[in-house]
């Protein structure tokens, strides 16, 4: 797999600023997809996005690059490729200030003054030393989730039906690449994918 990292790059493709950078996002894609069609078990045809708004700035924001669902085999991808600096730049934005109106509205329905450093948000050296603290290169589980299936022959328009979901995110290194690669693999094999996924990746501390 190395190789699509070579070839991406040799390419033009880039995907250190796919936070800000439309061409690095989509370089983000290509590589995940690629990733995605050399895995033995993955059938693309049988892969499908998830129907959901779609905000293509915050999806970029949050590194999100694929959100898909195989409804035979109830089961959901959830894909976001990371970056140390893509992450100080989310938790920047996500704690980016309030407006007048916003510190105006607080104070009337719930009697709560911002302090200025609230106000003004994190500067990035702030929002830098936090992530420090919180940032991880790699994170996988696999979690119970429902989705509504649409069929009219249901009184309701649809039924709701229990999956599992992978959640992966990672950067896009020679590093993490074998621990995406074996996450995936684990949770495409047939049959129920919790407990081998997180056995490897997300061990109950309590077990």
């Known amino acids: ?18 936070f800000i950078d439309t061409g690095c996002y989509v370089s983000a894609q290509k590589y995940w997809l690629l990733l995605l069609r050399s895995l033995p078990h ?7 996005p998830v129907m959901r708004p779609v905000d293509v700035k915050d999806d970029q924001i949050s590194g999100l690059v694929f959100w898909i669902r195989n409804a035979a085999d109830k089961k959901e991808i959830i894909l976001h490729t990371g970056s140390f600096e893509g992450f100080v730049h989310q938790y ?3 704690n980016g200030g309030y407006t007048d109106e916003e ?22 050296d702030e929002a830098e030393k936090d992530a420090r603290l919180m940032y991880e290169e790699f994170l996988a589980w696999v979690e119970n989730a429902i989705y509504f299936h649409h069929d ?11 999956i599992e979901r992978l959640i992966l ?14 996450a995936l693999e684990l949770f495409l094999r047939e049959g129920p994918a919790m407990d081998r996924v997180n056995r490897v990746f997300a061990p109950d501390p309590q077990a």
């Not at 797999?1 to 796919?18: C, H, T």
């Not at 993955?42 to 499908?48: A, K, P």
């Not at 009219?152 to 229990?162: A, H």
């Open 103 to 124: 510190v105006e509205q607080f104070s009337k329905d719930f009697d709560y003054h911002p302090s200025e450093a609230e106000k003004r948000g994190l500067t990035w």
């Open 1 to 18: 797999m190395e190789n699509i990292i070579k070839q991406l790059k040799a390419g033009g493709g880039s995907f250190d600023k796919y």
């Open 152 to 162: 009219p022959s249901y009184p309701d328009g649809g039924v709701e039906v229990s």
């Open 92 to 94: 920047m934005v996500d």
């Open 169 to 182: 995110t990672s950067e896009i290194s020679e590093r993490t690449e074998p621990l995406a690669i074996q």
């Open 42 to 48: 993955y059938s693309e045809g049988e892969w499908v």
